[in-house]
T-cell receptor, first 114, second 111 residues
Framework: DTGVSQDPRHKITKRGQNVTFRCDPI?????LYWYRQTLGQGPEFLTY????????KSRLLSDRFSAERPKGSFSTLEIQRTEQGDSAMYLC????????????FGPGTRLTVT | QQPVQSPQAVILREGEDAVINCSSS?????VHWYRQKHGEAPVFLMI?????EQKGHEKISASFNEKKQQSSLYLTASQLSYSGTYFC????????????FGQGTTLQVKP
């Protein structure tokens, strides 16, 4: 069990640029979640996958955000035309199949939009 | 809807006890508790399920009142390592695993 990994750990980009983050979940976990966290706040749900299917996406997300999990393993989160308000920590978590299981978080990707 | 945590912050001396509360206005399937240290990812502490099942670390205890949609986390004989921000995450009755997190409770344990 190597834990959830995320890449990159830090990303600085200029407003208007596109960015992509990667998440590798714990190997036997089929559920994968993306959250966003800003300073002083709890994680905010963005979207989640069960295997390769994206089952829910937050209504707070604009169309500039897209996520994929093509083979049910790793996932990518892309933000197009970044804005300063996108600056945050982007957290990925995974859990075993079924309800009632804990989620294990990765170290996060800190995005700074200048 | 975001659950409400109380208190917002607490300062303890080593060895003292604390209780952190989490309250939701919606029916819940489960409540998850996490601790986050500055600059680090949230770390799982405890999950409490509707029906009474609990899973978590041995030194952590918590309760879940299903009728009131409230949960409490009990930290006893606190240690310096307990310092951090504690979040409750609530999972609605659809049990998708989607968590809605509270605003957090900051705990500082002093020597």
């Amino acid at each position: 069990d190597t834990g959830v990994s995320q890449d990159p750990r830090h990303k600085i980009t200029k407003r208007g640029q596109n960015v992509t983050f990667r998440c590798d979940p714990i190997s036997e976990h089929n559920r994968l979640y993306w959250y966003r966290q800003t300073l002083g706040q709890g994680p905010e749900f963005l979207t989640y996958f069960q295997n390769e299917a994206q089952l829910e996406k937050s209504r707070l997300l604009s169309d500039r955000f897209s996520a994929e999990r093509p083979k049910g393993s790793f996932s990518t989160l892309e933000i197009q035309r970044t804005e300063q308000g996108d600056s945050a920590m982007y957290l990925c978590a995974s859990s075993p199949p079924g309800p009632g299981y804990e989620q294990y978080f990765g170290p996060g990707t800190r995005l700074t939009v200048t | 809807q975001q659950p409400v945590q109380s208190p917002q912050a607490v300062i303890l001396r080593e060895g003292e006890d604390a209780v952190i509360n989490c309250s939701s206005s919606k029916a819940l399937y489960s409540v998850h508790w996490y601790r986050q240290k500055h600059g680090e990812a949230p770390v799982f502490l405890m999950i409490l399920l509707k029906g009474g099942e609990q899973k978590g670390h041995e030194k952590i205890s918590a309760s879940f009142n299903e009728k009131k949609q409230q949960s409490s986390l009990y930290l006893t004989a606190s240690q310096l390592s307990y310092s951090g921000t504690y979040f409750c995450g609530t999972e609605g009755s659809s049990n998708t695993g989607k968590l809605i997190f509270g605003q957090g409770t900051t705990l500082q344990v002093k020597p």
